[in-house]
């Protein structure tokens, strides 16, 4: 039940006196209150860019906002144009209604978990599968209960969630605008037969677990979302850029049973952009009959389409590209047919069609699966098929692209899903075609916008993924002794100090990296650097703070044996014996999955150990790490970190206390199987 809401600032009529047009209204609400309702059927309101706030200024602990800037509840036939609502629970709210129209109106800043805190990331795993959940994160606008609801030129960004749906048909969502948000750009649970094209919902991610994503997305799809499409949505940079899921389930490993709960199944999804995304451009998981169709998913650091428990998916004419993890990967499906995509470049397997070693392989096995007419080249590996059985593989080209030996038991000498294509074109290609005509002119995909592009150019803000629109440079540091900006616009005039020097950058004309001039300093340091930004009438400026650090790491790398990790004698004898290679930087880790570290290197079992001196000024200091595998640090001979074992991607931090002498940092570092990586830092508190 809906619960009862107070109008704070009164109803709106259509006979009242339009004081709120053109104005700029502060208002306070508890939960229980809205700031304004509205109490007609039939009216068109339009606010001529008013704007309701719910504080002068709005409480910057996003976390506390509260209330309802906007209700509309148990109305018919109503249209809000040039609206702006900030600093709410939920700024614009719609409930029980039918025939709502939402034309160019603005709900930014709205309820938000904090995602950093002074430059610490803050670990949330958010609850996609939880609608009640929801409630307490709040939302830009949410709509609930309401059939043929339309936002048109919207946005929502600077929050946790752009737009969410419950329970509601009908909807269209066209030509908004929710990205830069740190849960959800747009949202659907209970909610089916809605039109969800040709938005932007990019850079919607937060911090987890040392990296990005903790369920969060461009879009998200839960519990019983049925028949919807997804048509021209860009959604880069996110966690997942879509998102698909059920609502729950049951594994019982005493009946050898897996029972769904909530599925969404049936919907299109089409002529979308997941790409650059931190976990898998497109994910649909635990459903049935879903479609993917003409999409892009590339560089993104999981898969490009992760379809765990599906069946009668359809994969159908998709561009995947250097994908980290796979192409295309299905656990524990049947029936499933992936069709005419190119996949290039995948660091794992192009098609991942697989089941457990366990009793889950007999519950939910991985079987009659199709993978025809596919062009694969540059791949580590051409089909992961472990534990499946009765697939049908009949591609167009295999380029570079390792198979491994597939039994007659892995393997069908005919099709199993011979007419799904043909069902699809015949069913809803038409609508597609028709949501496609209905593209803005003015609409663009990110990537086709001369913006910064890559997993990279996240950023950490208080609230929400910084966002670089309206700045004259969106900048990073790729490491801590480098600066990078990338320009956003012509003519804009930097100052910077003599110390740095411009490194060339062929690759983007864009792109500007800074870096300290060459010096014999030892120790390193951590030199403060202001850069100055204006455009050439300058009356519009930007500034930089931050440093650059001069420090150089020695690095030795070894291969190390077969040994355990608790044979302190080996290890030692390893670091102290002589390496394979040998390194000089200002930047010590990365992401080694897959491949060499460096020329000479094996890409896996292999360890550094690495060292550098520094003189920092004096005061308390944050040591962090992100390791899969082994990793120890030591801070003078003594060790400040450990966790000298096998294990993913893990943080661990120290906090120490540093006077003005010169300090030896000591990093060793080891690989064994799997993924490889290695981060670490350290900051002033």
């Not at 709210?93 to 709900?107: D, Y």
């Not at 020097?501 to 300290?516: A, F, G, N």
């Amino acid at each position: 039940m809906v619960a009862l809401f107070v109008a704070l600032a009164g109803s709106i009529l259509s006979a009242q006196d339009p004081a709120w047009v053109g104005k700029t209204r502060f208002f306070g609400a508890n939960d229980d209150q809205c700031v304004y309702e509205v109490k007609e059927d039939n009216v068109t309101l339009d606010f001529k860019e008013g704007v309701i706030l719910s504080g002068k200024p709005v409480n910057p602990d996003r976390s506390q906002l509260t209330g309802t800037g906007l209700l509309i509840q148990n109305r018919k036939n109503v249209t809000i144009k040039n609206l702006t609502v900030k600093g709410y629970r939920f700024n614009v709210r719609v409930v029980n209604c039918e025939n709502v129209r939402l034309i160019n109106c603005q709900a930014s800043a709205s309820r938000t978990l904090r995602m950093a805190n002074e430059g610490k990331a803050i670990d949330t795993f958010l609850d996609l599968r939880n609608i009640e959940t929801w409630r307490t994160y709040g939302a830009g606008f949410w709509i609930e209960g309401s059939k043929d609801v339309s936002l048109t030129k919207c946005s929502a960004n600077d929050a946790q969630n752009g737009v969410i749906l419950v329970d509601s048909t009908g909807c269209t969502l066209l030509d908004n605008d929710f990205s830069f948000n740190s849960g959800w750009g747009i949202c659907l649970g209970r909610s089916s037969d809605n039109q969800v094209i040709w938005n932007r919902a990019d850079f919607c991610n937060r911090p987890w677990s040392g990296f990005w994503g903790g369920d969060s997305a461009g879009i998200a799809v839960a519990d019983s979302s049925h028949r919807n499409y997804f048509v021209g949505n860009s959604m880069t940079h996110s966690g997942d850029g879509f998102f698909l899921t059920h609502k729950g389930d049951q594994f019982n490993e005493g009946t050898k049973t897996v029972t769904l709960h909530g599925p969404s199944n049936d919907n299109v999804i089409a002529y979308n952009d997941g790409s650059w995304s931190t976990a898998n451009a497109f994910e649909g998981t635990f459903s049935t009959g879903n479609v993917y169709y003409q999409n892009w998913a590339c560089d993104s650091a999981a898969a490009g389409f992760w379809l765990g428990y599906s069946d009668n998916s359809l994969v159908l004419d998709n561009k995947i590209y250097r994908d980290g993890t796979f192409g295309v990967a299905i656990e524990h499906g049947k029936q499933n047919l992936i069709q005419d995509n190119v996949i290039n470049g995948t660091k794992g397997a192009a098609v991942g069609l697989w089941a457990s070693g366990d009793w889950k392989a007999v519950a939910r096995p991985s079987e009659r699966n199709d993978v025809v007419g596919n062009k694969l080249k540059d791949n580590a590996l051409a089909y992961d098929l472990r534990n499946g059985r009765g697939a049908y593989i009949k591609d167009t080209s295999v380029e570079n692209s390792p198979a491994r030996q597939m039994t007659e038991s892995l393997v069908a000498s005919a099709p199993n899903t011979s007419n799904r294509s043909e069902t699809f074109t015949r069913t809803q290609l038409a609508k597609v075609k028709e949501l496609l005509a209905l593209r803005p002119k003015d609409f663009r995909y990110y990537r086709e916008l001369d913006l910064p592009k890559g997993i990279g150019w996240l950023q950490a803000g208080d609230w929400a993924p910084t966002n670089f629109a309206g700045q004259l440079a969106a900048w990073r540091q790729p490491d801590p002794g480098c600066l990078e900006m990338y320009l956003l616009e012509a003519g804009v005039r930097i100052a910077a100090p003599n110390f740095v020097q411009y490194d060339p950058t062929p690759e983007d004309p864009h792109l500007v990296r800074i870096s300290m001039k060459p010096e014999a300093a030892d120790p390193g340091r951590d030199q403060p650097i202001q850069l100055n930004m204006a455009t050439t009438d300058s009356k519009r400026r930007q500034q930089i703070n931050t440093f650059l650090r001069t420090a150089v790491w020695n690095i030795k790398w070894f291969a190390w044996p077969r040994m355990t990790y608790d044979d302190v004698d080996g290890w030692k004898a390893l670091f102290a014996g002589n390496p394979i290679a040998t390194q000089t930087t200002r930047a010590l880790g990365g992401d080694f999955t897959g491949r060499s570290p460096m020329a000479g290197v094996p890409s896996d079992h292999f360890a550094l150990a690495a060292e550098t001196k520094v003189k920092l000024e004096p005061g308390k200091y944050v040591f962090s790490s992100l390791s899969d595998d082994g990793i120890r640090v030591f801070l003078d001979g003594q060790e400040i970190i450990s966790r000298w074992n096998h294990h993913g991607p893990t943080p661990d931090e120290a906090t120490v206390t540093l006077d003005d002498q010169p300090h030896v940092i000591r990093v060793e570092y080891c690989q064994e199987s799997g993924s490889a990586v290695l981060h670490f830092d350290w900051r002033k508190l």
